[in-house]
Every structure is written in C-alpha cells, then in structure tokens.
C-alpha cells in the first residue's frame, strides 16, 4: 500500500482501521481523525478534537495543499503574516502548508469538527480526474491567489459548506469511495468558480475589544454553573454593552449566549461519556438548574436527548474499530 499523506505528520499515529477509512490519533492530544484517501495524491480526513488547543510540532516536506470545512466549533491558527485565521462552522480555508505556520493551532470552543482535504498537488496533478480536467481545472489557478502576503484564502460559504459534506450516518464500504470522489471534485469546482485573488477580507474586530472579549469568554467557560448579565460582565471588565456583544460576534462567531450555550452542551456531552454522574447532575454542572430545560437545550443541539446520547457514544465505543461506521 502507498504511503498516505497523513503518514507524514509525525504527531500522528496510527490507532486503526474501521471499514472505510484509517483512524489516526494525535500524540497526548484529545482528537481523532480518520483518513480517507480517495485519489492518487489526495485524501479527505474528518477530524474531532476536544481541548483548548492542538498543537503541531513539525511541519512534513513536500508541497500540500490544505482545505478545511468547519462543521462545528471554532478553529483558530496565525499564518505567516502574523493575521488570525478564524473558521466559524461552515467557512472553508485554503492553504499551502509550507507558507502557513500551523504549530499551534487554538479551538476557543473546546472543541472542534470538520473536514480537511489534503492534496500533494505534483501527485493530483499527474491523476487529475477526466471531470476536473474537462472543466479547466488545475492545481495552478486553484493556488494562484495564494502567495506570501496571503497564505491564506477563506471562503466564508455558510450554508455550502455544510450542504457539501451532508451525508448519511450510515455509508458502506462500496459507496463510500466515490461518495467522497464526487464531493472532492464538487469542492475543487467551488474553488474554480470563485474570483479567489479578490475574495474580501473577514471583517474583524479592534485589538483592544478582542483582548477584553478573550478575558470574558475565559471567565464564562471556566464556571459553566454561573450566569453573568451583560450588564455585569460590561461593568466588570469596563467595556460598553453593544461594544461587548458585537465584539464578542465577530471574534467567536455567535452571540453570546449561543455560545455559552453551545460549550455547556458539549461539556455536558463529554461528561455524559466519561463519568457515571447522572444527567440531573451533570445539568447542574453546566448551569442548569432544571432538567427539562437540560434535555431541550441537549436535543437541540446534539439532536438526540442525553440519556440515547450516552448509550448511543458507549454503543459505539463498544465496537470493534472495523464495524466503526462513517458519520459525516
């Protein structure tokens, strides 16, 4: 069997293989991906971590190309031109791994899950699908907007984003290959129809509102049980409401009660899966003093109630790696 490109991450060993893909974990780091290589050069990888942080501590030779598609959380990284790279779930990002330092990499939701495609653009090239090629498609106008002064291409697609990676629960052995062949090359010809050298920059908010809107957010996520107004959080940290709320948008994405919302859920989750404490308990441990209201906010945001969330992750954690299914 060839080499895969993720082989050549040292961070990553290998913990498997379930019946679609190659599951890989980080060295000491609480994350997951698994590999599904689709074409000679170019491998689409899901990847899940839980944590403040990833940390990548050398870069592979050669010449990737990466793409990342934000499902869930929030991934931050500083390129080469010393800008933040903010991914909110459903952006995509576009870059050359050699031009853009990706050593520590920041998950300011504690947690995050998306897509990466990774391609060795020599290796693609060379076995470029016949659809790609009839629709002049290359890997050299694909990079052409990228160059030292902007490492990076986002892609803020909202919607699309998720409406590329929509895909069943379930998916066989037989069809998962060229499910994934056709959404590699639906998403090459995303890139292809968009102007990449002129896509607008993301809006951002003024560095002093960002430093103030980071000390918030560590106050509310280090004690999920209090509850904090506006109000109190504006005269704590001295800082106007509206300035506040819009800040607190354009660093992390949502309002901030979504957000808060959102990492209550997820921890809520992550304990349901690794302790015995009961799902009253571990209500009360996120902040919420009534079950019902627990379970609403869960389902609306796992779409399953805490107690079938449990048994379902232990279900699965259960099996064997080769009866593992693809969740996308």
Not at 89 to 106: F, K, Q, T, V, Y
Not at 166 to 187: F, V
Not at 231 to 255: H, M, R, T
Request: charged residues 25%; glycine residues 6%; contains cysteine.
């Amino acid at each position: 069997m060839k080499e895969l490109l993720l082989e050549r991450f040292s961070f990553l060993e290998k913990a498997g293989t379930d019946h679609t893909g190659h599951v890989y974990r980080p060295r000491r780091q609480n994350g997951i991906l698994t590999d599904y290589p689709v074409f000679p050069g170019a491998e689409f990888l899901l990847t899940e971590y839980q944590g403040s942080h990833i940390t990548v501590p050398q870069m592979p030779p050669g010449k990737l190309l990466l793409i990342h598609c934000c499902l869930e959380g929030r991934l931050e990284w500083t390129c080469s031109t010393k800008e933040c790279v903010c991914l909110n779930p459903g952006d995509i990002a576009l870059h050359m791994l050699d031009c853009c330092s990706l050593s520590e990499i920041s998950l300011p939701m504690g947690f995050y899950r998306g897509i990466t495609v990774l391609l060795d653009t020599e290796t693609f090239s060379a076995h470029l699908p016949d659809a790609l090629g009839e629709a002049g498609f290359s890997t050299e106008k694909l990079t052409a907007g990228l160059d030292a002064h902007k490492p990076v291409i986002l892609l803020p697609v909202s919607e699309t984003g998720h409406a590329l990676f929509s895909m069943p629960d379930r998916t066989s052995k037989l069809c998962c290959e060229p499910y994934l062949q056709i959404k590699l090359q639906e998403l090459l010809l995303l890139f292809c129809f968009q102007d990449l050298c002129v896509l607008p920059a993301r809006p951002s908010c003024q560095t002093s509102v960002e430093r103030t809107v980071r000390a918030v957010r560590e106050k509310l996520v280090a004690d999920l049980k209090s509850r904090p107004t506006i109000a109190e959080l504006s005269k704590e940290f001295l800082i106007n409401s509206s300035a506040l709320k819009d800040g607190f948008k354009a660093v992390y994405g949502q309002p901030i009660a979504q957000y808060m919302k959102t990492c209550r859920i997820h921890r809520a989750a992550s304990l349901l899966t690794s302790t015995d404490l009961s799902v009253k308990e571990i209500a009360l441990a996120v902040g919420y003093e009534s079950q019902s209201k627990f379970s609403a906010a869960f389902k609306e945001i796992m779409k399953v109630s805490p107690a079938k969330y449990r048994a379902r992750v232990l279900m699965r954690d259960a099996k064997k790696p080769a009866e593992t299914a693809i969740d996308l």
